[in-house]
């Protein structure tokens, strides 16, 4: 098996945005190996959590840039996800009791009429 170091591991996470499995690859070991040696290193285990952060602000600027775009995907992501408060969301959630009446005829009106596009009440 390939020795890793942390140097070696540290410019991997970096080359490959937090990717554990290609750090893997890159090293020729196993992702648990290189998954192990990351918790026992806690300065491993930060860059590490500095890179896939440095990866969710790219996504987010991907996804900006497509909303921006105007390409239409992008935009329903975005409204479902990120305006929610200005009433984008994609299906209402009860609260109270699971076990309510109203929320077992809700469901089980919902069932049937996604699945046979029947409607049992006529609405």
Known sequence: MKKLTAKLVETRLRKHDGNLAAVARASGVTRSAVDDYIRRRPALQQITREC???MKDNAESTLYRAVIAGE???VCFFLKTQARDRGYVEKTILAGDPNSPLVHRLIDKEYEVGSNGFDPDGA
Do not use: H, N
């Open 72 to 74: 239409a995907w992008a």
């Open 52 to 54: 896939r952060e440095s």
